[in-house]
């Protein structure tokens, strides 16, 4: 370090042309500097931020040595400023060091009301020695100090005072100062462990081009287009009457607004991305009590979801997609919020005015809420029916069979019927309620793709683009693929946690908690295969060490060799429009808290549409136990399932729930207790009762053609993929 702040002391003097006697002060501004300079040591943050817990502030820095005009209170005929060189940053005052040149001696001078002149440097070296500087005494540059020729400079410029650039190079400069951000190349000597986390804060502006602020968005090449942006959200606020002006109470709270710039992908590839902006409150600022109460919100299961999409597979029904402009503008708010005007966009002479909420804006805790109450009142109020098993999903059957079905998630619409003219009919209703948009024909929700062949029925669920962007993310995207997304040889426990201060320091820099929920996405989406995966990586994010990295990067290779993989829904000769479960346990598979693993997988028209691996919550005291426990996961989820199929209109009297284990499925036949059994009667006296009511139905499987066993151990990897085709899963 000290090598470090000698090397930009001689920089700092060279290029503000000042003598050696200055180096305690420049000295000083290096180390006020360093403090607050992003540091690759400490995952890119700053000292100052770890030091005080807030990011510092950076509006105040200045060029050393740059010409600076203080100003003072003088004389009423003396000037208003003080023509100096900024030397840097006084500890503990709030201003500026500035060294006078005017008056004799010259003096260092603190103040905060300066003016600064960066542009022009001095060109050739200040013809002065601080004669303090050279004595025994040493004393410092803010004494009494004199030159060795005149006492004064003179503000004229002479020839050791021309300015710096020429009116090409100044211009030259300008030019430089406001073109478009640069792409940043991550130095080749730092690998994925170093920059990961660096890389993931500047991806999104680097790769989309995405402004942070509404100035930043006005310095944009294509500002015309977010300004467009911006005004359509403004239109859309107004047509709503979102707020209307009134003047600032002075005992009410104000909440900020700020603006979110997102570049939107098209539907297509070749369809270029759209300049998307949101008005968004602060709404951080609000308190509970008294400016919101409730806030939860409901959305749409996933497992809804692909039970939507095999449904419409095997019964080829038609698939629309809609998304709502606003949507959370839609709800009307029962509290009453000032807001600040957008920036950008304040109202000619009502400057001093805020805004009052009307109805709710995005960024407000509320905000979810009232649009979901907003939502469901009109859905009911038009004769469609809540499910009870999930209050996302609409429906509204006919008497001659079927229905048409509408599954929300936020703002985003999945619409399903076998008649074009009923979803057509229902796009009015909401279209002259709310303003929407027609996706048409569906290709993609929630980042998955939707590919369908009409004529064979079936219809693939993937998420292909997504994992090659968490490949590139985290710069595996040519790494070596693998079979299997976690070999045997992976013992992961606990005792890989690091023990020494390098290994702290090394995974410091790790973005292990990204890289497993990313992963994490793509599982809870498409990919059953990753359960198990995930499931055990994503134990140790409270303090990963290196081989619990290893095997994230595992995870990483397994998924850059099946990026392709999807689940195909469709009426074949194998496919059942009934729901069906596999269950299974690996027994003491934890090796700190030596409990077992759930893993259960319920397909339907021969795609997986609910998975599960976990950790059970207790210990089992035997194998026969743990496949008991799993059994009666598996078959809570089969009462859910059976429930909302046949809330569909779609029948289904019993779930065939497939074990391997014949005790367990003897445990919840039989009403026999022993000494080694008698600790789970309550969830015996559940499943049996279950069974008895006919609403499930446990049978035996082998070991050989159950998939639920790779959501419990790691497998070869032949056997590995055969059981991945029983649930659906294919490579596209």
Known sequence: MNRTIIERVRCMLLNANLSKGFWAEAVTTAAYLIN????????????????????????????????????????????????????????????????????????????????????????????????????????????????????????????????????????????????????????????????????????????????????????????????????????????????????????????????????????????SPRHKARLVAKGFTQREGVDFNEVFSPIVKYSSIRLLLALSAYHDLELEQMDVKTAFLHGSLDEEIFMAQPEGFIEKGSEDKVCLLKKSLYGLKQSPRQWYLKFDEFMISHGYCRSRFDNCVYFKLSSCGGGIYLLLYVDDMLIACSQKEEIKRLKIELSTEFEMKDLGATTKILGMQITRDRKSKVLFLSQADYVKKVLARFNMENSKPVSTPLSAHFQLSKSLEPTTDDDFNYMRKIPYSSAVGSIMYAMVCTRPDLAHGVGVISRFMGNPGKGHWNAVKWVLRYLQGSAVTAIMFGKTSEASPEVVGFVDSDYAADKDRRRSITGFVFTMCRGAISWKSSLQSVVALSTTEAEYIALT?????????????????????????????????????????????????????????????????????????????????????????NLLSLIGCVSL
């Open 36 to 271: 607050r300079s992003p540091s690759s040591a400490l995952v890119f943050k700053t000292p100052q931020e770890l030091w005080s817990g807030k990011p510092p502030d950076l509006r105040n820095l200045r060029i050393f040595g740059c010409p600076a005009y203080a100003h003072l209170k003088q004389g009423k005929l003396e000037s208003r400023a003080v023509k100096g060189y900024f030397l840097g940053y006084p500890e503990g005052i709030k201003g500026y060091k500035i060294w006078t040149l005017n008056g004799k001696p010259s003096r260092i001078l603190i103040s905060r009301d300066v003016t600064f002149d960066e542009e022009h440097m001095l060109q050739s070296k200040v013809e002065t020695e601080i004669e303090a500087t050279e004595t025994e005494e040493g004393d410092s540059v803010g004494q009494k100090v004199e030159h060795s020729g005149s006492s004064e400079i003179s503000e004229q410029p002479s020839d050791h005072f021309k300015e710096r650039k020429s009116p090409s190079e100044l211009e030259t400069y300008q030019l430089a100062r406001d073109r478009e951000r640069r792409a940043i190349k991550l130095p080749k000597k730092y690998g994925i462990a170093d920059l990961i986390s660096y890389a993931l804060t500047v991806a999104d502006e680097v790769n989309g081009g995405e402004p942070l602020s509404y100035k930043e968005a006005m310095r944009f090449k294509d500002k015309m287009k977010w300004y467009a942006a911006m005004q359509d959200e403004i239109n859309s606020l107004k047509k709503n009457n979102t707020w209307i002006l009134v003047d600032r109470s002075s005992n009410k709270k104000l909440v900020g607004s700020k603006w979110i710039f997102k570049l939107k992908a098209g539907a297509s590839e070749n369809e």
């Open 633 to 721: 996961e598996a078959v809570k989820e089969a009462i859910w399932l059976r429930g909302l199929v046949t809330e569909l209109g779609f029948e289904q009297e019993v779930v065939r729930v497939s074990c391997d284990s014949s005790s367990a499925i003897q445990l919840s036949k039989n009403p026999k207790f022993h000494e080694r059994t008698k600790h789970i009667d309550v969830r015996m006296h559940f499943i049996r009762d279950e069974i008895s009511k006919g609403v499930v139905n446990v049978v035996k499987v082998p070991t050989e053609v159950n998939p639920a066993d790779m959501l419990t151990k790691p497998l070869p990897s032949v056997r590995f993929r």
